[in-house]
């Protein structure tokens, strides 16, 4: 059962073009999500959170929205630079539990071509 | 550089062997994790140990098992092992349990089983 699902197995955009990476979760108990991003033969570095409190957190070019009653969230990257190519997974944490585990879709790879 | 630090980070090995991963979490986190990624895989959260105790379990193997040491470093073993096994591991670590928390990940121990 994938509770956090990233449909889009890659994308490629043009240098100083937007790049939006969607992700899907089914699970109503998450109230934290993030995004990592990861670069072949590294691990998974933060990039970006929001808490199901909010609907939109911004950081310099990256800026994720949440929709929590479609249980969708989307990370945009404005404007993409070719050092933004990578793999960025979407991962989401319950409230319940008291863990802080994350789970993680499946990651979608981002190519920006200059 | 996340703080974690984990190795060996290449082994190779036959099947039918067992091996044991290492990872040191960054200082002051008291919560570690391990997740595998398979080939076009997400990262499946495997097991998570707080301050020395086993705190959430995922998809792990009952032929793979974990501790968490006074120290705060922690060990996942892998044994009778299979093809199918090889993978990356990634530990991470974070400093609490609540679902706010960021999980920092180290650079993964790459297993390959021959």
């Known amino acids: 059962d994938q509770q956090v699902k990233q449909n889009s197995p890659s994308l490629s955009v043009q240098e100083g073009r937007i790049s939006i990476l969607n992700c899907d979760y089914t699970n109503s108990m998450f109230d934290y999500f993030l995004w990592y991003k990861k670069y072949p033969a590294e691990g998974p570095t933060f990039l970006i959170s929001i808490s199901s409190i909010k609907d939109k957190n911004e950081d310099g070019r990256f800026t994720v929205f949440l929709n929590k009653s479609a249980k969708h969230l989307s990370l945009h990257i404005v404007p993409s630079q070719p050092g933004d190519s990578a793999v960025y997974f979407c991962a989401a944490s319950e409230r319940s539990g008291n863990t802080g585990k994350l789970i993680f879709g499946q990651g979608t790879t981002l190519q920006v071509k200059p | 550089d996340s703080g974690v630090t984990q190795t060996p980070k290449h082994l190779i090995t036959a099947t039918g062997q067992r091996v044991t991963l290492r990872c040191s979490p960054r200082?002051?986190?008291?919560?570690v994790y391990w997740y595998q990624q398979s080939l076009d895989q997400g990262l499946q959260f495997l097991i998570q140990?707080?301050?020395?105790?086993?705190?959430a379990k995922g998809n792990i193997l009952e032929r793979f098992s974990a501790q968490q040491f006074p120290d705060l470093h922690s060990e996942l073993n892998l044994s009778s092992l299979e093809l199918g096994d090889s993978a990356l591991y990634f530990c991470?670590?974070?400093?609490?349990?609540?679902?706010?928390?960021?999980?920092?990940f180290g650079e993964g121990s790459w297993l390959t089983v021959v």
């Open positions: 991470a670590s974070s400093v609490g349990l609540s679902s706010g928390n960021t999980i920092y």
């Open positions: 140990y707080y301050n020395g105790e086993e705190r």
């Open positions: 200082s002051g986190d008291l919560s």
